[in-house]
């Protein structure tokens, strides 16, 4: 049974950094899309960006790029999210999410984390 836990998450100001982690299990990633989502208040669900397991391709989001950078640990079967020159519209609940092929920009992945936190404050 595969499960993401998404950790690091919290309260930081504007123009600072967090660091999230996806600790994933329960099966072998390495044909895998990893993907971080984000949902703010009364807005839906957005993709954020995309890490291709087998060969550490990275795929963002225009509002993020050059801020955010996913990166990967094998050993620790760990995706990062590290987060930098945060905005007050970064604010929102991130995902990590997981699909069993390399299609980074579905819509549905097929695994999801309980998501963590993140607040900006001005």
């Known amino acids: 049974q595969v499960q993401l836990v998404e950790s690091g998450g919290g309260l930081v100001q504007a123009g600072g950094s967090l660091r999230l982690s996806c600790a994933a299990s329960g099966r072998t990633f390495s044909n895998y899309a990893m993907g971080w989502f984000r949902q703010a208040p009364a807005k839906v669900r957005s993709f954020v960006g995309a890490l291709i397991w087998s060969n550490g391709k990275t795929y963002y989001a225009d509002s993020v790029k050059g801020r955010f950078t996913i990166s990967r640990d094998n050993a620790k079967n760990t995706v990062y999210l590290q987060m930098n020159s945060l905005k007050t519209e970064d604010t929102a609940v991130y995902y990590c999410?997981?699909?069993?092929?390399?299609?980074?920009?579905?819509?549905?992945?097929?695994?999801w984390g309980q998501g963590t936190q993140v607040t900006v404050s001005s």
């Open positions: 999410a997981a699909r069993e092929d390399r299609r980074w920009d579905a819509i549905d992945y097929d695994y």
